[in-house]
């Protein structure tokens, strides 16, 4: 049977030699023999029980239950439910890394889309993050409901063509602007904005936000606080929107 020192179990193992001296301080890797100098000498089966080792430490299993692992009789089936375990582990540890990378992403994204970025505009970047899957909500909401009034529409034209029965566009014109008048004053009710200079959640004249310019994210409005007059962030109108960040 052949004899490794201290330094080629290392080398075998891809490790330093203090790792191996560690391991043999926690009693997990003892040399089999020691020569009258002291010298630690490992055989072939130390070398494949350090490979082991190196294995479960590689898939992020601790000290104390790889040395448990090893006292048990039937080793085998342990390290089945460990690495289970320790898969589950670190798929979560994963998934919240993948959270965390896409909220940098995110608010790497809204920086550039602020102006005169500050640190205060981190706040504001929270307060839109935050509320964002209750924006995207209310605008599927006017999305979907504008569906069968398109439906609509087209029916009505279709029969006035084929059948002359113009009225019924007529009635249609009607019902869409009574649906229009009813989406925009339930969708300006929902939303405030952001000004990103004073940083005042605030609640625009509803004249004012219909007609302003706008992007799918802000719209050009004037701060009833600092009288700035600039592309505001849109966000949704909870109960914190009456004060600012």
């Avoid at 839109?128 to 609509?152: F, H, Y």
């Avoid at 969708?187 to 509803?206: G, L, N, R």
């Amino acid at each position: 049977m052949s004899k490794y020192t201290t330094g080629e179990v290392a080398k075998l193992c891809g490790v330093s030699v203090r790792t191996v001296q560690y391991y043999d301080s926690r009693n997990l890797l003892v040399p089999s023999e020691l020569t009258e100098g002291g010298r630690r000498l490992y055989n072939d089966d130390d070398l494949k029980k350090m490979k082991i080792i190196c294995f479960l430490r590689e898939a992020g299993l601790p000290i104390n239950s790889i040395s448990a692992l090893f006292q048990e009789e039937n080793p085998e089936n342990i390290i089945s439910v460990l690495l289970s375990q320790q898969e589950k582990t670190l798929r979560e540890e994963v998934e919240e890394r993948e959270k965390q990378l896409s909220i940098i992403e995110s608010v790497k994204k809204e920086m550039k889309e602020i102006e005169n970025f500050s640190v205060e505009s981190i706040g504001d970047i929270a307060h839109l993050m935050k509320n964002r899957i209750k924006l995207r909500k209310i605008r599927a909401t006017l999305l979907l409901s504008g569906i069968p009034v398109t439906a609509l529409q087209w029916v009505s034209v279709i029969l006035w063509i084929t059948q002359g029965l113009w009225w019924l566009f007529a009635v249609w014109t009607v019902g869409a602007v009574l649906w229009g008048i009813w989406v925009s004053v339930y969708y300006f009710k929902s939303v405030a904005y952001i000004c990103p200079y004073c940083h005042e959640v605030f609640k625009p004249d509803f004249k004012e936000a219909f007609f302003a310019y706008h992007t799918p994210k802000m719209r050009r409005l004037t701060c009833p606080k600092c009288s700035h007059k600039g592309l505001c962030i849109e966000v949704f109108a909870d109960n914190e929107s009456s004060d600012s960040l």
